[in-house]
């Protein structure tokens, strides 16, 4: 039996929907628009437990980054796990947010970026330079239809959730373990994707040249992005650190090292 009604499921939804994209950040992309989303379903979660509510905002409140659109799947999905087991399957709910979100902004963006901008956008504006006002009234209607199509990703991923947690009945540890992985697996395939650096260093001796980044790839491909990665995790776990001060050494840093041609 579900504790939310189908009235408050819409608000959550249409919380989602206007909210996620508040309080954008570098620290946590959209994971203060997430949090702000989810927190009412959490507080009625966790009503009689003020530990479990306070240690469930915490978990929320971490670095999130999707399509908005298909972030709606993942909240349903979310909600309904936490309904069903509550904060014993906080671990689950923040391994499947981690492992989906980097697929789901994969086919989203292609849907509701490209696709979107491409085949609506076009059309509307071809429209609108002959000065036909169906053009507009085009653009007008598919958002309208996206308004929609939003509520009923977030009951999809609501209903699937109630359905992952009775199925597996009471097997989140595997659900865990495997959602650790994907997540896992997303933040090493980001790493690699997203930080681009190479050591631009040579050494020559008569006929002889000697590239450093070479000879890096030959011990272990992308070292210096994984060592790049790890000095950032090590300097966030600084008192007195902050992510904006971080930004501002990457910056600074990199401006530097590039103009001394250690890095490229």
């Known amino acids: ?59 929320h409140h971490m670095y999130y980054n999707t399509t908005p659109q298909m972030s709606e799947i993942i909240l349903g999905m979310d909600i309904a796990i936490e309904e069903a087991e509550g904060i014993d399957a906080i671990d689950t709910v923040i391994g499947l ?14 849907i509701f970026s490209t696709i979107q901008q491409t085949i609506f956008g076009a059309i509307a504006a071809n429209m609108a330079i002959q000065g036909n006002f169906t053009g507009m009234l085009i653009w007008m209607l598919w958002y309208i239809f996206v308004i929609f199509l939003r509520f009923y990703l977030f009951n999809i991923g609501y209903k699937q959730g109630s359905n992952l947690v009775s199925s597996m009945n009471g097997k989140l540890e595997s659900i865990t373990r495997g959602a650790g ?22 050494f020559t001796s008569g006929e002889v040249t000697f590239a450093l980044q070479d000879a ?45 041609h250690i890095i490229a």
């Not at 050494?249 to 590039?258: F, N, T, Y």
């Open 97 to 110: 947010k981690t492992g989906l979100m980097g697929p789901f902004a994969a086919f989203g963006d292609v």
């Open 216 to 260: 890096l790839d030959s011990i272990l491909l992308y070292l210096p992005q994984i060592g790049l990665t790890a000095l950032i995790y090590w300097l966030s776990g600084k008192p007195k650190m902050t992510t904006t001060k971080l930004i501002f050494i990457v910056m600074i840093s990199a401006i530097i090292l590039a103009a001394l």
């Open 181 to 202: 992985i994907v997540g896992l697996m997303v933040v090493g395939a980001l790493i690699s994707s997203t930080i681009k650096i190479t050591i631009p260093i040579t």
């Open 1 to 59: 039996m579900s504790k939310f009604t189908k009235k408050e499921l819409m608000k959550i939804s249409a919380r989602h929907q206007f909210g996620l994209q508040l309080g954008h950040n570098y620290a946590r992309m959209q994971g203060l628009g997430y949090f702000y989303s989810i927190y009412p379903a959490l507080k009625k979660i966790y009503a009689d437990n003020p530990e479990a509510l306070d240690k469930a905002c915490r978990a």
